[in-house]
């Protein structure tokens, strides 16, 4: 294990859904932290951490060399979050998407390179395993990649490029996120769990695609987790690899999300419909991350769905549809 005494942790996408939760971790262990960010949906996801004098903010633009150099200035370690996140904005956005994702991602590497950074873990997605190629089959991280969108596309060829960097003295690192659920700092509903489950606990009935393809799910607090296992871990247990991060147990259907929406919301009402608009069907292997790492959900989808159904029981949120709570 690394000490993390005296260590700088850059976050890129520092005030985001997954950011600003890792950031609260990263402080909570006692990281100084950078985080960076272009404010894109705002800030207030920082404001806890304002006074803490282990944190540090600066606002800047990905695609702008100075700054990142800036933003590298006395950092160790970064954790590459920042991204065009999501089919739906890649599809809305896809030349900004090309310019983030992949154009401004690989120039990030590059000036770590040159600022002498000792680790590298970036933020990947189970979405570039696309869709099964054999029914119910579980995919490891030996799988063949099958990005069948943009975002993914640009995921795919970050990594491989990451992993063709061989010739430096950076350690890196790949987590293929599952998709994400769950309350952070910077709250989301345009997310499956949390969309879902919001909308049932406004008595709205869902209307589900493809409600038999399945995705990996797993908590934004346990991701979070994660990007920090992965950083402190032996640099010969995670230097080159990637892992699948999940549990493999949460692996849903969107009927059976339904389901159990269903157990904490009974007047739930359900209508599925025949149009398939989102052809991705994979299910997820996560043992090589709690093989190698040691690494352990600490939350499950019926917990999620019951933390964002209290927020709503309990009139917390207020303005539950707007825009803000979105990435498109």
Not at 144 to 154: D, F, G, K, Q, V
Not at 157 to 162: A, I, P, R, T
Not at 196 to 217: M, Q, V
Not at 302 to 311: C, K, T, V, Y
């Amino acid at each position: 294990m690394v000490s993390k005494q005296n260590k700088t942790v850059l976050v890129t996408g520092g005030a985001g859904y997954i950011g600003s939760e890792l950031v609260r971790i990263l402080l909570q262990d006692e990281f100084r932290v950078v985080a960076f960010d272009n404010l894109s949906f705002g800030g207030e996801s920082l404001l806890s951490f304002w006074g803490n004098p282990s944190f540090s903010f600066l606002k800047g633009d990905l695609r702008n060399d100075e700054d990142i150099k800036a933003a590298l200035k006395g950092v160790d370690y970064v954790c590459h979050l920042a991204a065009i996140v999501g089919e739906p904005p890649c599809k809305k956005y896809p030349e900004l998407a090309l310019q983030v994702n992949w154009h401004a991602s690989v120039r990030l590497y590059e000036l770590c390179e040159d600022a002498g950074i000792e680790r590298f873990v970036f933020a990947s997605t189970c979405s570039n395993y696309g869709k099964m190629a054999v029914a119910d089959s579980l995919l490891d991280e030996t799988a063949e990649l099958n990005p069948i969108s943009l975002y993914s596309e640009t995921k795919v060829n970050f990594e491989k490029y990451l992993l063709s960097r061989e010739n430096n003295t950076i350690t890196r690192t790949i987590l293929r996120f599952s998709t994400v659920y769950g309350i952070s700092p910077r709250p989301r509903f345009d997310l499956t769990v949390n969309e879902f489950t919001r909308d049932a606990a406004l008595g709205k009935p869902l209307l589900i695609y493809g409600e038999n393809f399945w995705r990996p799910y797993c908590h934004v607090s346990d991701l979070a987790r994660s990007v920090r296992i992965a950083l402190t871990a032996d640099k010969d247990k995670v230097d080159g690899e990637a892992f699948n991060v999940g549990d493999t147990s949460q692996n849903y259907t969107k009927k059976m999300l339904a389901a159990e929406i269903r157990k904490a919301i009974p007047s739930l009402e359900v209508n599925y419909h025949p149009v398939v608009t989102d052809p991705r069907d994979y299910k997820v292997n996560c043992d090589k991350i709690k093989n190698v790492l040691g690494f352990a959900i600490s939350k499950t989808v019926p917990n999620g769905i019951r933390e964002i159904a209290s927020l709503f029981h309990e009139q917390v949120i207020s303005e539950p549809m707007n825009a803000r709570y979105g990435n498109v």
